[in-house]
């Protein structure tokens, strides 16, 4: 299942592996308590599972019976957990909560821009013209005739 870490002292932070359940391999992070948002057990048929939610990160970790949750979570809430390891395959699994910037690092690892070598030309990076805002010419006279006011209208009433 869980294997907890035990600290002599009251700790500031505890460090987790586990599985990244976005990118499905082990994955480590540091948890502080203070970020520390909800804890709350939910029973499943065959375990127990005690989930610990944080702004960037879910904790979710698998306890045999009640007795172990109870303990786990006095050791929590004295925070004396200094490691959180998974006993059994997939027993602590870490989610983070904005799965998009996980996938985003993901991705930043393998896209980073290669060195350029000496004396090769680096070419400026142009931004895409349509993400670029709509130029509006500052004199009137410039402007599309659809965007200037209908100065033949009178008391609200058009001419034509």
């Not at 005690?50 to 702004?55: C, G, K, L, R």
């Not at 910037?101 to 000496?118: D, F």
């Given at each position: 299942?869980?294997?907890?870490?035990?600290?002599?002292?009251?700790?500031?932070?505890?460090?987790?592996?586990?599985?990244n359940?976005?990118?499905?391999?082990?994955?480590?992070?540091?948890?502080?308590y203070?970020?520390?948002?909800?804890?709350?057990?939910?029973?499943?048929?065959?375990?127990?599972?005690?989930?610990?939610?944080?702004?960037?990160?879910?904790?979710?970790?698998?306890?045999?019976?009640?007795?172990?949750?109870?303990?786990?979570?006095?050791?929590f809430?004295?925070?004396?957990?200094?490691k959180?390891?998974?006993?059994?395959?997939?027993?602590?699994?870490?989610?983070p909560?904005?799965?998009?910037?996980?996938?985003?690092?993901?991705?930043?690892?393998?896209l980073?821009?290669?060195?350029?070598?000496?004396?090769?030309?680096?070419?400026?990076?142009?931004?895409?013209?349509?993400?670029?805002?709509?130029?509006?010419?500052?004199?009137?006279d410039?402007?599309?005739?659809?965007?200037?006011?209908?100065?033949?209208?009178?008391?609200?009433?058009?001419?034509?």
């Amino acid at each position: 299942m869980t294997r907890l870490t035990v600290a002599e002292a009251p700790a500031q932070e505890f460090s987790v592996n586990g599985r990244n359940s976005i990118t499905e391999g082990e994955d480590e992070g540091l948890v502080f308590y203070d970020d520390v948002t909800k804890v709350q057990v939910l029973p499943d048929e065959r375990r127990f599972m005690v989930q610990i939610i944080t702004p960037d990160i879910e904790v979710e970790m698998d306890f045999p019976d009640a007795g172990a949750v109870r303990e786990a979570l006095g050791l929590f809430e004295s925070k004396k957990v200094s490691k959180v390891e998974a006993e059994a395959p997939g027993s602590v699994r870490l989610t983070p909560v904005d799965p998009e910037a996980s996938k985003e690092n993901a991705r930043a690892m393998e896209l980073e821009p290669p060195e350029p070598k000496i004396g090769e030309e680096i070419l400026p990076i142009s931004p895409d013209p349509e993400s670029l805002p709509e130029q509006i010419p500052a004199r009137p006279d410039q402007r599309p005739s659809e965007n200037l006011p209908d100065t033949q209208a009178i008391n609200g009433y058009s001419s034509h």
